[in-house]
């Protein structure tokens, strides 16, 4: 294992820093290359897909392996496409947090087009190019280092979004669509009125540079500097979902194909990394009079949306709005406990990150497969069970030609088929996971929140806000929004799986059971491997809280020097060639 690690490490080393750039590249040279096919070569797009998602992951673990070595070397790349040092120029910077979001993309992006291969990616046209142009967006966002490219990012991840809400037509996904492409343009337009705002003040839109010029900012500035970043906070928040803004989410996740449904799970999530990713450089313990500025705004609105989304779930009949309002429910939850700039918090909430996203991301692709199951092959399926007891009469008693064992008692129980006890299992524990009920990962994620928010020695390592009144209701919201996500996923796996009589044996494929089983798989990994993985996130965590080694490496980044052959020959004065 060990000799394995280093000859990774060496492969990397080797390539770095140019492989930071293969997850942008990647993706806009596989979709530039799919636009040059004729739709009719579906075959062909499929596997230049699947391969280049593949390979994706590939390079996101390369980034991480190369991203965890303890040597500040080694643990942050930076990469200058333009050549020109920051704050001038372009810069992407890989860290272990950009590195671990690259890796939950990666792996919900493969099981993603791997589920859509089976069928849904023959339901309209470019779904493979628009996939992969999605991918360049998410990718982007999580390694540029400056806000303007953030916003492009943004904005290409976006596009690609809306032809992928519409893929495969009809009037709920177009009336869907349609706002979320209203509430996206207007969260755009809150994104340059900030972006623009702080370029004013602060004459940067560097990352590490703001950091450096939050706390020298004069004082007559200071009230517009917190209305820029209140301003340019709303676009993310907006995107990841915050309370009252998300009235959008439910109708158009529930409303996209299931294969698309699950990469928007990770869409919420750019939000939640852009606030973390920012607020701690510029509102850190070193930002002077603006430090932890907007935490009480964090956390009264991740609470909100807590209980939103929890009430929301129990609210819910249809599968699609249970998955959309679990999506809402992850995303409060890690705005809530990202608002008291806690380093050992922060390292519970991104466990909490990976598990809640893979489990979402799975519970969308579930959805597809149980309505398809309940209504006999169709797309839809009545959410209204009109018969609660079917092998009961009226009068409670059984139906005549019910099956009788030997007491004249009828018999109920069958023997159920593979393909429905895999369904079965699989929405158990993506139930396991969105409650945070041991032994999956959502638990282990919860309790290290609520061990960092109680532990007395804890508090006493960590930056922020002390537990106080705010603490003990984040408490109360994580242990009881997990019971009412509890009860209102049983409820429905009560309805859909046990209740139901007379239905057909599912037809599953096995592109259709195999991405749901590789997320599944991926969460007992992080439970399996929970203490490498906590040792990663808190370190992870650590870094965020601060952000010196983060700012020192981006400004010290030295453009590659041209070699001598390189070199224009020039004449001197006066001499003749």
């Not at 280093?6 to 750039?21: E, G, K, V």
């Not at 849904?120 to 490219?149: C, E, I, K, S, Y």
């Not at 972006?195 to 010029?213: H, K, P, R």
């Not at 990663?536 to 965590?541: D, F, L, N, P, V």
């Amino acid at each position: 294992m060990t000799g394995g690690t280093s000859i990774t490490a060496s492969i990397t080393a080797w390539l770095m820093p140019h492989l930071i750039l293969a997850p942008i590249a990647l993706p806009l040279l596989t979709a530039g290359l799919m636009l040059l096919l004729r739709e009719e070569r579906q075959r062909t797009k499929v596997t230049l897909n699947i391969t280049s998602t593949l390979v994706g992951l590939v390079v996101a673990v390369l980034l991480l392996v190369q991203a965890k070595e303890p040597s500040v070397q080694t643990s942050l790349g930076v990469y200058l496409p333009g050549n020109w040092p920051a704050p001038f120029g372009i810069v992407l910077v890989i860290d272990r947090l950009s590195a671990m979001m690259l890796v939950l993309t990666s792996t919900v992006a493969l099981a993603t087009v791997l589920f859509s291969a089976a069928r849904w990616h023959r339901a309209g046209v470019h779904f493979h190019p628009l996939f992969q142009f999605q991918l360049m967006g998410l990718a982007g966002a999580f390694l540029t280092a400056d806000l303007f490219n953030l916003f492009v990012f943004f904005e290409i991840m976006l596009a690609a979004s809306y032809g992928l809400l519409l893929h495969g037509s009809g009037r709920p996904r177009v009336s869907a669509g349609l706002h979320y492409i209203a509430i996206n343009l207007a969260a755009s337009s809150l994104f340059l009125i900030g972006v623009s705002m702080l370029y004013g003040i602060t004459g940067t839109l560097n990352m590490a540079d703001l950091a450096q010029s939050i706390a020298g900012v004069a004082v007559a500035d200071r009230g517009l500097l917190h209305a820029a970043a209140a301003i340019l906070a709303v676009a993310f928040l907006i995107k990841a979902a915050v309370w009252p803004l998300n009235f959008w989410l439910v109708p158009a996740y529930s409303a996209a194909t299931a294969p698309v449904g699950a990469l928007f799970a990770l869409m919420t999530k750019v939000g939640v990394y852009s606030v973390l990713r920012l607020w701690t450089l510029m509102f850190g313990a070193e930002a002077g009079e603006s430090a932890l500025f907007g935490s009480q705004w964090l956390i009264g609105g991740g609470m909100l949306t807590m209980a939103f989304g929890a009430i929301g779930m129990l609210g819910s009949q249809r599968l699609g709005h249970l998955a959309g309002f679990s999506a809402v429910l992850s995303s409060g939850t890690l705005l809530a406990a990202v608002g008291f700039g806690q380093n050992l918090l922060t390292g519970g909430l991104l466990y909490y990150l990976l598990s809640s996203t893979l489990a979402v991301s799975a519970l969308f692709l579930l959805t597809d497969l149980i309505d398809r199951w309940r209504n006999n092959g169709a797309n839809l399926a009545p959410y209204e069970q009109t018969d609660d007891a079917p092998f009961l009469s009226a009068d409670l008693v059984p139906t005549e030609g019910m099956n009788l064992d030997d007491k004249e008692q009828a018999l109920i129980g069958q023997v159920i088929p593979a393909a429905a006890a895999f369904l079965g299992l699989a929405f158990m524990a993506c139930t396991l996971v969105i409650a945070g009920l041991p032994p999956l990962p959502g638990f282990v994620g919860k309790f290290a929140m609520i061990h960092a928010l109680l532990n007395p020695l804890g508090l006493g390592a960590a930056q922020g806000i002390r537990l106080g009144a705010a603490g003990w209701m984040l408490v109360a919201l994580l242990v009881g929004s997990g019971l009412l996500a509890l009860l209102a996923l049983t409820r429905a796996g009560i309805r859909h799986f046990w209740s139901a009589q007379g239905r057909a044996s599912p037809q599953l494929l096995v592109l259709e059971g195999l991405p749901i089983a590789l997320l599944l798989l991926a969460c007992v990994a992080l439970v399996w491997q929970a203490g490498a993985v906590m040792r990663y996130t808190q370190a992870t965590a650590d870094a965020l809280h601060a952000p010196s080694t983060y700012v020192r490496a981006v400004m010290t980044a030295a453009p590659v020097a041209a070699s001598p052959a390189a070199m224009p020959e020039t004449t001197p004065p006066g001499d003749k060639p």
